[in-house]
């Protein structure tokens, strides 16, 4: 699986922004995907995690009520809604393919890492 992940820009801070993901390949409605970024100098964060029929979903504290994460399995695109947004979420937002059980938060049970698309909010 191939992952592309773009919508990324410069929002103020309030601002709302969408973020899509499409997957190449056949498989990508069997398995659970994750949103993660990293921020300047600082390690990959989970965000927000969905499994493979979009029935369970899963978000870090800090954007829990904020962010919506979803998924389009006949689009074989997963999306993240970001609203409110503020400068602490500036960040690269990577998608990634959870090809392993145990914790969405885990970035080492996800594979696949797309390129990540740049989200930066002004204050």
């Known amino acids: 699986v191939q992952l592309q992940a773009s919508g990324g820009g410069l929002v103020q801070a309030g601002g709302s922004l969408r973020l899509s993901c499409v997957a190449s390949?056949?498989?990508?409605?069997?398995?659970?995907m994750g949103w993660f970024r990293q921020a300047p100098a600082k390690g990959r964060e989970f965000v927000a995690g969905?499994?493979?029929?979009?029935?369970?979903?899963y978000y870090s504290d800090s954007v829990k009520g904020r962010f919506t994460i979803s998924r389009d399995n006949a689009k074989k695109t997963v999306y993240l809604q970001m609203n409110s947004l503020n400068p602490e979420d500036t960040a690269v937002y990577y998608c990634?393919?959870?090809?392993?059980?145990?914790?969405?938060?885990?970035?080492?049970?996800?594979?696949?890492w797309g390129p990540g698309t740049l989200v930066t909010v002004s204050s």
């Open positions: 990634a393919v959870r090809f392993r059980g145990g914790r969405y938060s885990d970035p080492d049970n996800f594979g696949s």
């Open positions: 390949g056949e498989t990508f409605s069997n398995y659970g």
């Open positions: 969905i499994s493979w029929s979009g029935a369970s979903t």
